[in-house]
């Protein structure tokens, strides 16, 4: 199960440029807690001393609406509903329109280790860039055996035995302008469940490839920078294998073979591999392809009705100078 | 399917050079091999899937063997971790 510390929270933030802009205001002993969910509370109920089906365990968002009724409580001096709330465990509460809670808050926050964040963005926007940063943290993921290249703009997967020449396949590719995300291991993850994002397991390892014979390359330095990309969402699978004489593959494209990965479907493409048979044009064409199709012009099928139509109009003719015959 | 527990003794952790060794000991066996780290499952014919693990000095690494020779080959793993990768 993936978690992700306060202190980890902070740091993503770095890496997304800052996005959701946070600090520490007090509760650092607290900072290893850990988030355990995509989970958000707004703990405005809580405060008013409702505290059933309270998410306890979720980050805890305090914006205008909560200030203010913080503020109140704390005018009476009502302490009882600030306690039970840090009672049970939550992970950190996130303050919304820089707002500094009171001294007293702080101590109470202080006593049970739970860290105060502050930011200068708005509850709406902090909640929208918060819910899509652990929304990518917590989603499901696959490590799957596989080359991952991008061509024309198609997130392809190429997968299939070791030793059936994927990365050859890929070497090809890229030499030809397409991009390589990862070889060898592919990290799939499920965004929203609706599409499938891949990137290398290991960012530091991500551009480097295998080959037989001369050994580890890294690509970015041999190719140079467009070569390369992080992540691409991942459109077609094309699965190598062995030429098998008795198989039958598909002929006309009208097939729709799916591949599931975390419940997400996938076209899939079996490609036969024999010597004189070149894998990356192949692979190319199937992009291209892929890209008709999205743009909703599918080859097979318009071909098979334009022979239906052309039937049509043979067998109309057919039927006149059959009807001419006779009336002569 | 056999599976194993293998620690890795080498201090430098399976670096290139290790996991070359790796692959190439499970190359001479038809069975598949997958080899796990945490929530990390990768190909261990692969060399850069092995690298890909990060086994540190002292890191615990499941094996999994499946084939008609996998008794031979998990044994013949658990020698070359208990050997230091000869190092």
């Known amino acids: ?328 | 399917m056999v599976s194993k527990l293998l620690t890795v003794r080498n201090r430098a952790g399976i670096h290139a050079r290790p996991a070359a060794m790796i692959v190439k000991v499970a190359n001479k066996f038809k069975s598949e091999l997958y080899m796990e780290k945490e929530d990390i499952k990768i190909n261990g014919k692969s060399i850069m899937g092995v690298i890909t693990l990060g086994a540190g000095f002292k890191s615990e690494i499941k094996i999994s063997c499946e084939g008609v020779d996998e008794i031979e080959m998990a044994d013949a793993l658990e020698n070359l971790f208990e050997n230091r990768f000869e190092q």
Not at chain 1, 59 to 79: A, K, P, R, T, W
């Open chain 1, 1 to 328: 199960m993936t978690s992700c510390t306060i202190l980890e929270l902070l740091d993503i933030d770095l890496k997304e440029h800052n996005k959701l802009q946070l600090s520490c205001i007090a509760g650092r002993s607290g900072l290893a807690n850990k988030i355990s969910s995509s989970k958000i509370s707004r703990p405005g109920l809580p405060l008013s001393g409702f505290f059933e089906a309270f998410a306890g365990d979720a980050v805890q968002i305090f914006g205008h609406g909560e200030q203010s009724y913080l503020d109140m409580l704390e005018d009476n001096n009502e302490y009882t509903n600030i306690e039970r709330l840090f009672s049970y465990n939550t992970p950190c509460c996130i303050f919304t329109h820089n707002y500094t809670p009171t001294d007293k808050f702080i101590k109470i926050a202080e006593e049970t280790s739970t860290p105060l964040l502050k930011t200068p963005l708005v509850s709406s926007e902090f909640s929208r860039h918060i819910y899509q940063m652990l929304d990518d943290l917590f989603a499901p993921t696959e490590t799957i055996h596989g080359v991952f290249v991008e061509v024309y703009g198609i997130g392809v997967l190429i997968t299939g035995d070791s030793g059936v020449g994927k990365s050859e396949t890929a070497l090809e590719l890229i030499e030809r302008g397409h991009r390589l995300i990862s070889d060898d291991t592919v990290k799939l993850r499920s965004i929203n469940s609706s599409f499938l994002v891949g990137s290398g397991e290991n960012p530091m390892l991500a551009h480097h490839m295998e080959i037989r014979g001369i050994g580890i390359i890294n690509l970015a330095n041999i190719f140079g920078v467009g070569a390369i990309r992080d992540k691409k969402q991942v459109q077609l699978i094309v699965h190598l294998e062995e030429w098998e004489a008795e198989k039958n593959y598909d002929r006309v494209g009208e097939d729709n073979m799916k591949a599931s990965f975390l419940g997400i479907d996938i076209a899939k493409l079996e490609i036969p591999v024999k010597p004189g048979r070149n894998i990356p044009i192949i692979i190319e064409t199937a992009a291209r392809n892929e890209r008709l199709k999205q743009l909703g012009y599918h080859s097979a099928k318009e071909f098979d009705q334009s022979v239906l139509k052309w039937f049509e109009t043979e067998s109309a003719k057919k039927m006149y100078y059959i009807n001419e015959e006779n009336t002569f």
